[in-house]
């Protein structure tokens, strides 16, 4: 009411007709009143009612977009739900669920099934970013899987160590998030040290965001690449680093480094890449 006698007030001339219109006014409020107030309460009831549309409908879309699991996901989270992916890499018996949780010590002595087992799981470290949308990825996703004698987890890995040039017949990757399939291809093959104050400490270096962070940790890759990369790698790639013991003694590691394949790229182009060298080394001999 206060406001509309100051409105009122600036219009008006002589107090006298100031009192009368308040009067006037003061009826009109409580005959607004009497009849709910409706036109101002209407006015805050629509805006809310159209942003509540708003809003609803961006929930929505968001929903429709988000893309549905594959049917191997779907299976291997009935079976544990912490299932955030698959690997398998050709030429070895690297065929694995990949699992993620809230540290980097469960699943190193406890199987897919949950329970105690020595060869543990592989698994995504608990830092990285990964899910439906590539675009919020870890630009570094780090894998462990132990070095079993077996074969099985990490083991087979070890035909790169002690053969580097065994990557020119099998460099490629398939790595699944739980709603799609990427290819990946080796860049790097690195033997490092894993202790706390290693001069490479791979295993915290997951978010690239920038282009020195990123060309930072190539660089260390190059540096000590056990490999001839003829793969260009670029900031805004992808990249994948898969890890594993290579000696208790001295704490080692061995770890493989790949990036995702981009858009347009193919297999047969970088395989020519890759295979290059040795075709000319063979035809030279």
């Not at 630009?139 to 002690?162: C, P, W």
């Amino acid at each position: 009411m206060e406001k509309c006698e100051r409105q009122i007030g600036r219009k008006e001339e002589s107090q006298m007709r100031k009192r009368k219109t308040s009067i006037l006014a003061l009826l009109l409020c409580v005959s607004m009143l009497a009849a709910g107030c409706g036109k101002e309460i209407d006015q805050t009831a629509n805006t809310v009612t159209t942003t509540t549309e708003e809003e609803t409908e961006v929930e929505t879309v968001e929903e429709t977009t988000e893309p549905e699991m594959t049917e191997r996901a779907k299976e291997l989270l009935t079976q544990n739900p912490d299932t955030v992916g698959y690997i398998t890499v050709e030429g070895t018996e690297v065929d694995n669920p990949v699992v993620q949780t809230t540290d980097n010590d469960y699943y190193l002595s406890v199987g897919f099934d949950g329970q105690e087992f020595r060869a543990g799981t592989v698994f995504m470290d608990y830092t990285d970013v990964f899910g439906a949308d590539t675009d919020t990825w870890s630009e570094n996703i780090v894998l462990y899987g132990h070095n079993m004698a077996d074969n099985t987890m990490f083991g087979s890995l070890r035909k790169y160590r002690q053969d580097p040039s065994y990557y020119k017949d099998y460099p490629f990757i398939t790595f699944s998030s739980n709603y799609a399939d990427y290819t990946y291809v080796m860049v790097g093959l690195v033997i490092t040290s894993g202790d706390a104050d290693a001069d490479f400490p791979y295993w915290r270096m997951e978010e690239l965001d920038d282009k020195e962070a990123f060309d930072g940790y190539m660089s260390a890759v190059e540096e000590k690449n056990m490999i001839d990369n003829p793969i260009d790698v670029q900031y805004g790639d992808s990249l994948l680093t898969l890890s594993t013991c290579y000696s208790d003694e001295d704490n080692s590691r061995f770890i493989i480094v790949l990036r995702r394949l981009r858009e347009g790229e193919t297999t047969d182009e970088l395989l020519e890449l890759i295979q290059g060298d040795s075709e000319e080394d063979s035809s030279e001999s």
